[in-house]
């Protein structure tokens, strides 16, 4: 069965003898290739700084911090995600504050952003669902107009664009994640791009226990909260190498989805993603919205594609539902919500078996 995801690791060849050399270098741990990766992958965002980590989650938890969420504060958030992006909330302690999608996107709406805040909001979460870039301009201009701090989980979307400009480029924070399924992997890790040098250096503390690596222990004084979430050699190398090929890694996946896009569009009971003016998507995962959605996917799966879901709506979960709210747009977007394959293992004969099953109906 063709799998909604598939994990890209470089040519034996390629990555096995570098990977060889951290690992008998006599020093695997945070080291220079790992502030190597952390330059390169500045370079390829094209701003910022950023603070290489053990995981996305570790990203979001640092970026919470840096943005003064404490216990008891509220963050408005989206439930059209995977489940860290709101876990991270109650790690600080703070309780999360549903806002409702754009029912063509299935993203955060701004709108709603707005009508969530209170006077205990801290900080905005918005995702980029599937590599759907999220209303940027819409939601700079709540968080200038509220003076709160927007927190970027693109973990679905490294090369996503907006205005010519690449996801890591539009808030002050902005989180990627290097988890094994992910456009690029570390095995595991994850990023956080920091737009402000002085809270870049306060995040170098917070991932290594509150301790500065540029003196020695004896000299450290630990001032406040950290943790063991740094990156470490190995996964750098891995991640260095994949950077070396990511543009022809992203430009697959748009490939692939833009055909679906163009072949999909107008298929009775079918109705493709409406993206944002000026975005373009990184395609992690197609998106459609379908009806009878059980139907579509067994039809799909007896074809041999795997088609679903994939994320559980967070709201339906106890632990994150802290304030139970209506959101009719997410209801109607999720009902119906499905992805199919697409991506670099995906080719376009398999596209068009896909279409025609489409347009055959179920």
Known sequence: MLPLIKTYIPPREIL??????????????????????????????????????????AALHIALILAGVKHGDEVVSSPMTAEPTNIAIKMVGAKVRWADVDYETGNISAKAIENSINEKTKAIIVVDYAGTSVDVKGIQDVSEKYNIPVIEDAAHALGTIFNGKKSGNHFPFTVFSFQAIKHLTTVDGGALQIQDKELYEKGKLIRWFGLD???????????????????????????????????SVLDKYVSIGKYLDDNLEGINGVET??????????????????????????????NGFMASELHKRNDWHTFLNDFPVDLPNLD???????????????????????????????
């Not at 373009?280 to 919205?289: A, D, H, R």
């Not at 977007?333 to 025609?356: A, E, Q």
Request: aromatic share 14%.
């Open 16 to 57: 096995i003898p570098k990977l060889e050399d951290v690992l008998y270098s006599g020093y695997i741990a945070q080291g220079e290739i790992v502030e190597e990766f952390e330059r390169k992958f500045e370079e390829f965002i094209g701003s910022g700084f950023t603070l290489s980590l053990n995981s996305g989650t």
């Open 213 to 247: 690596k540029n003196l020695s222990r004896l000299d450290n004084d630990i001032k406040f909260q950290g943790y063991k979430y740094h990156m470490n050699n190995v996964n750098a190398v891995i991640g260095l190498v994949q950077l070396e090929n990511i543009q």
């Open 273 to 302: 993603i409406v993206h944002y003016p000026n975005t373009e998507s990184s395609f992690w995962l197609y998106t459609l919205k379908v009806d009878r959605r059980d139907d579509f996917i067994k039809m799909m799966a007896e």
């Open 332 to 362: 109607r977007f999720y009902s119906r919500l499905v992805h199919i394959p697409c991506g670099w293992w995906v080719t376009i004969d398999d596209c068009d078996t896909m279409i025609d099953l489409i347009k055959k109906g179920w």
